[in-house]
T-cell receptor
Framework: EAQVTQNPRYLITVTGKKLTVTCSQN?????MSWYRQDPGLGLRQIYY???????DKGDVPEGYKVSRKEKRNFPLILESPSPNQTSLYFC????????????FGQGTRLTVV | KQEVTQIPAALSVPEGENLVLNCSFT??????LQWFRQDPGKGLTSLLL?????REQTSGRLNASLDKSSGRSTLYIAASQPGDSATYLC????????????FGKGTRLSVIA
């Protein structure tokens, strides 16, 4: 089954404690990205990657890092989380050159206290 | 900068009604438009994708249309059911497969039995 898998689904952490949210896709997609969803603001792109070792900033990259060492994986790293990073996070993937749909993971609800 | 607006923000209808959700976008130079469904606290499920050269797509009781020149898309749901209750999100991708999805803030639909 074609899917994007994120882990963990729920996470509560304290300010400043480094964390990683993993994302994996099984569709051989080149393009992967991270979004955050906040009430009243909708979904906004954090970072994206067009292929292995190619990453770039989206609209709201401050406080986040990513890596793309393998095509299927695109982890989101928060080096020093702060309360304003409390949000619902989504990983997405799609093909670069085929005009087909984007697939989204189940979401990770992060609370930073 | 592309902006996506969805009207209405919330909608409540009795079971069995046909309904239309609206999505408008400011820049008509789009690559594709995708409709998603989001259940509370859950991930995004892709419903329909319309490529920029297409006028409509159908899946079961759902029909999505696209009018690029006027910057509009509609999602038509026939014979609504309580299980259709969810938030419906519209997203457009500009130019090509390596650009981000720009989302509207969604329409929250409640279908009353």
């Amino acid at each position: 089954e074609a899917q994007v898998t994120q882990n963990p689904r729920y996470l509560i952490t304290v300010t400043g404690k480094k964390l990683t949210v993993t994302c994996s896709q099984n569709m051989n997609h080149e393009y992967m990205s991270w979004y955050r969803q906040d009430p009243g603001l909708g979904l906004r792109q954090i970072y994206y990657s067009m292929n292995v070792e190619v990453t770039d900033k989206g609209d709201v990259p401050e406080g986040y890092k990513v890596s793309r060492k393998e095509k299927r994986n695109f982890p989101l790293i928060l080096e020093s989380p702060s309360p304003n990073q409390t949000s619902l996070y989504f990983c997405a993937s799609s093909f670069l050159r085929q005009n087909t749909e984007a697939f989204f993971g189940q979401g990770t609800r992060l609370t930073v206290v | 900068k592309q902006e996506v607006t969805q009207i209405p923000a919330a909608l409540s209808v009795p079971e069995g009604e046909n309904l239309v959700l609206n999505c408008s976008f400011t820049d008509s130079a789009i690559y594709n438009l995708q409709w998603f469904r989001q259940d509370p606290g859950k991930g995004l499920t892709s419903l329909l994708l319309i490529q920029s050269s297409q006028r409509e797509q159908t899946s079961g009781r759902l029909n999505a249309s696209l009018d690029k020149s006027s910057g509009r898309s509609t999602l038509y749901i026939a014979a609504s059911q309580p299980g259709d209750s969810a938030t419906y999100l519209c997203a457009v991708r500009r130019n090509s497969g390596n650009t981000p999805l720009v989302f509207g803030k969604g329409t929250r639909l409640s279908v009353i039995a």
